[in-house]
């Protein structure tokens, strides 16, 4: 009896050692999509559900239906992305239709809201407290709309936000932010943070206003913002693994951490995993490769783990060895 009961501890262990936890919620491993590409309409948010994502990700909605900017807005670059969405969206009220819609695939759902006043947060994130999703992830960072700048480069903007959204239900609240580059600023943040009871953050959105050039016409390759749009793939990576860093440094067992920018590979999860991330999003991998890349990007994952004698995610998280 005692063999047995050894037994299925040691493979209820096993099973549990790739799975983790963001702001509570349990995520069956340690990759899924981010909120960007491939997942704002009902077909594509059941693409995310039926591959092996961990969670479900919602396209960042607005109060009203938005088309997005004009054509060309994304390009494929040697080693990432750029691109400027503008924000299309079906309108938040689909997405929490889609959440009741989505539920009975059994992962987490998290919603994505980003508002073009404090009140339109404040109603979204109101509404989706109110729905099915398990997490609601406040996006303070596109860089893609004229004449709006990134409320998290606002300390007083963000504090008004938070003011509005932090005590309107249960559900877990996080904040999607831009890359910072200055550490005074991870340290202002995450006063906010703590102050405002925020949940998780997802580091980091798109590095905002870059300009490609292509030189054969001589023009930006893509059209919104006379070119400037958002960089993505593995040119942001260091931005983004430093900003999970300083925000794991500053705020770590309190919060809990996504990871986003240029994870296209095992390894650069592990790194992410490494730096303090609980979970890594993976965007323009999944735009490029589709939804097979959650399953090859985990395998590749636990082939690394296994090899460097790690036995859990947990075991490496946040262990990043100083010179
Ligand atoms: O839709 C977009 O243009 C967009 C958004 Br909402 C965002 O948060 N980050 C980004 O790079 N693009």
């Excluded at 591959?51 to 670059?77: D, F, H, V, W």
């Excluded at 400027?84 to 998290?110: H, W």
């Excluded at 965007?283 to 859990?312: D, M, Q, V």
């Amino acid at each position: 009896m005692r063999i047995n009961k050894n037994y299925l501890s040691c493979i209820m262990k096993l099973l549990n050692s790739y799975k983790t936890k963001i702001a509570g919620v349990e995520l069956d491993s340690y990759i899924c999509n981010a909120s960007g590409p491939l997942d704002s309409t009902l077909k594509e948010l059941e693409n995310i559900a039926k591959s092996t994502s961990s969670a479900i990700i919602m396209k960042s909605c607005t109060i009203e239906p938005k088309e997005g900017n004009q054509e060309p807005i994304y390009t494929r670059l040697p080693l990432g992305s750029i691109q400027s969405m503008g924000l299309p969206n079906l309108g938040y009220q689909e997405y929490v239709k889609f959440a009741a819609r989505l539920k009975k695939y059994n992962k987490p759902i998290i919603a994505s809201v980003a508002g073009l006043s404090v009140e339109d947060y404040q109603q979204m994130v109101e509404a989706f407290q109110n729905s099915d999703v398990d997490l609601i992830e406040v996006n303070l960072s596109c860089p893609n709309l004229e004449r709006k700048p990134q409320v998290a480069y606002d300390f007083k903007q963000t504090e008004k936000v938070l003011c509005k959204i932090s005590n309107l239900g249960k559900k877990p609240i996080g904040l999607k932010l831009p890359p910072y580059y200055d550490l005074i600023h991870h340290k202002q943040m995450a006063k906010l943070i703590e102050k405002y009871n925020i949940r998780f953050i997802t580091c980091i959105n798109s590095v905002g206003n870059a300009l490609i050039i292509d030189s054969k016409t001589e023009t930006p390759v893509i059209k919104p913002k006379r070119g400037f749009g958002g960089l993505c793939g593995d040119y942001i990576k260091p931005i983004a693994l430093a900003n999970v860093r300083a925000f794991y440094e500053l705020l770590k067992n309190k919060i809990s951490i996504f990871g986003v920018g240029g994870i296209k590979s095992g390894a650069d999860t592990f790194e992410f995993l490494l730096a303090g991330a609980d979970a890594v999003q993976v965007a323009t991998t999944f735009e490029k490769e589709g939804s097979n890349c959650f399953k090859r990007i985990n395998r590749e994952l636990k082939e690394i783990l296994r090899k460097k004698g790690y036995n859990s995610i947990e075991e490496a998280m946040g262990k990043l060895k100083y010179l």
